[in-house]
């Protein structure tokens, strides 16, 4: 009998569904204190992890990363073992990657392939592995100076992504700043998740840039902003201003003693003044500041109770859905469908009124809409309430003429072009998570390198190598479009 002829086709490479565990403290020893819960892959399950990446010719992981990151590369160097090369080709699109190899949300990992038959890869986790395991101690090399100044206002995320794109590009940038620390509201994001010594890691590799911090400066109060344009030399400002202040309630009993606001109580625990809680807390709220505010205060209560109160149900909690199952592991009280309405207590918090809320349809957004439900009211005894319902913009000092757009989630943006704003040569941006606010950043100092460019007469300059080498930045082979949303 005559053989079959071999098949032309090529054999799909194995897909193994299920990832190497990422090793996390066990949850009776770290709802004691603030200690790290997810630890680092050791060589062996870092290698074993990255050997489960297909190398996908259209690179989806790459394509979702709001910055571009080159994850598919640095996870194929980290499966041979060439962790110094990893390192370089993680720090060279990413300057905060200490601080995101611990925080990001991780969008490139919804987007892997891997997902449609198991878990996806563990991209975040072998950043970390990239950077822990190889030389990270690199420095930037900033091209030839321009000469020219751009001021910088807000060190979050955004501000810091767009003093590095502009500061290896050679120009000299001051990023004016109003907290006595670095990072925006990466500085609320408890310790047990990451730490300052993550972000000093970070900006230390800044240091070789022309790019100056000062902090303690509130632009807007302190002086005008149009000042640096006009008096201080500066020929291009950005407002990254983000989101600083919290919203409230509004509702009766919200100034007892007892209430606090998650981004107050949030901060105050990481500059080491943190007010205490009691052993019956509420936290009210659905999103990742709640789930940041309950698993603190989990950590602070000494055992007490910590409960959550939703209005919707737990479908339409926008909270990232491993921090939900981190809180319901270390022991937090869900309380779903319950609206808040007023605050009691005898000179100090005793308790929160709620009503039960029904699920109506879904609002444009999608997410279903609470009805409240007559009679239903109940009184949950407690001695601590948390706000956790959202942060704004503080504009104050900034002139209308800037003629901001307020987006959806609370950040100042510029109308035009680039993020231009209604005042030439001052632009504004931020973003919703770390590497949304640093892509933001990125597509921001394109532009204004190009206003800069037209001003001394030259065309506008790639981001060269950051790291010193000869060529210039370049999206992966086989990149098709960004997926952003
Ligand atoms: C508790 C918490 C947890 C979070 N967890 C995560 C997470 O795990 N992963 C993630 O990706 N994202 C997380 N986020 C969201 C993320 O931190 C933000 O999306 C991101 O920091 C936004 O960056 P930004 O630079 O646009 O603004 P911000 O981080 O808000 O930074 C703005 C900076 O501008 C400064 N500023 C404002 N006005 C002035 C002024 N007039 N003068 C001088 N300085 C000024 C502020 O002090 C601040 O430092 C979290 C947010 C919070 C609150
Ligand atoms: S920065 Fe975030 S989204 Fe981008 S590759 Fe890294 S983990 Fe993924
Ligand atoms: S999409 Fe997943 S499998 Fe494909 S290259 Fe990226 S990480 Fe690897």
Redesign the pocket.
């Known amino acids: 009998m005559a053989e079959a002829a071999p098949s032309s086709k090529p054999t799909p490479p194995k897909l193994i569904p299920v990832r190497v565990l990422v090793p996390e403290e066990p949850v009776s020893a770290r709802v004691g204190d603030f200690r790290e819960v997810l630890h680092a892959y050791s060589k062996e399950e870092a290698v074993l992890e990255a050997q489960r990446c297909i190398q996908c010719r259209r690179p989806w992981c790459v394509e979702a990363c709001p910055i571009s990151q080159d994850c598919r590369e640095y996870i194929r160097l980290v499966a041979a073992e060439d962790y110094d090369g990893a390192a370089k080709v993680t720090l060279r699109e990413n300057p905060l990657a200490t601080c995101l190899c611990k925080?990001?949300?991780h969008y490139c990992e919804d987007a892997c392939v891997v997902k449609k038959k198991g878990v996806p890869i563990a991209i975040r986790q072998l950043k970390r592995a990239a950077l822990e395991l190889g030389a990270s101690d690199l420095v930037y090399v900033p091209s030839t100076p321009k000469h020219q100044r751009v001021a910088v206002?807000?060190?979050?995320?955004?501000?810091m992504m767009a003093a590095w794109e502009l500061g290896v590009r050679g120009y000299s940038v001051t990023v004016?700043?109003?907290?006595r620390r670095l990072g925006?509201?990466?500085q609320?994001?408890p310790a047990y998740?990451m730490t300052d010594t993550d972000v000093a890691t970070d900006r230390a590799r800044f240091r070789a840039l022309d790019v100056t911090f000062v902090n303690g400066?509130?632009?807007?109060?302190d002086f005008p902003v149009d000042r640096l344009l006009r008096e201080d030399g500066y020929q291009a400002v950005l407002l990254?201003?983000?989101?600083?202040a919290h919203r409230t309630l509004g509702i009766p009993g919200e100034e007892l003693p007892g209430v606090l606001h998650a981004?107050d109580f949030?901060r105050d625990l990481n500059a080491g003044t943190a007010r205490t809680v009691g052993r019956q807390v509420l936290v009210i709220g659905g999103g990742?500041?709640a789930m940041?505010s309950v698993r603190s205060a989990r950590r602070l209560s000494h055992g007490g109770q910590v409960t959550l109160v939703y209005r919707r149900s737990r479908q339409e909690m926008p909270a990232d859905p491993e921090e939900v199952h981190g809180a319901e592991e270390e022991g937090v009280v869900f309380r779903f469908q319950q609206a808040p309405l007023r605050i009691v207590g005898n000179g100090r918090v005793e308790g929160l009124v709620v009503q039960s809320m029904d699920l109506g349809p879904p609002d444009a957004g999608g997410r279903r809409q609470p009805i409240p439900v007559p009679g239903s009211e109940t009184t949950i005894p407690c001695d601590t309430v948390i706000v956790a319902v959202g942060?704004r913009a503080?504009l104050t000092g900034f002139a209308p003429e800037l003629d901001l757009k307020i987006t959806s989630q609370g950040?100042p943006e510029g109308k035009g072009t680039g993020f231009e704003t209604g005042v030439p040569g001052i632009f504004a941006t931020?973003?919703?998570?770390?590497?949304?606010?640093m892509g933001s950043a990125m597509e921001v100092a394109v532009a204004i390198d190009a206003y800069l460019a037209a001003k001394r007469g030259a065309a506008p300059t790639a981001r060269p190598d950051p790291l010193g080498g000869e060529g210039t930045f370049h999206l992966p082979p086989g990149y098709t479009v960004p997926i952003r949303v």
């Open positions: 925080v990001c949300y206002v807000g060190a979050g995320p955004a501000g004016f700043e109003q907290e925006g509201l990466m609320t994001i998740r400066t509130k632009v807007g109060k990254t201003l983000g989101t600083p981004l949030l990742d500041v940041d942060q503080d950040w931020g973003g919703r998570s770390v590497v949304y606010a």
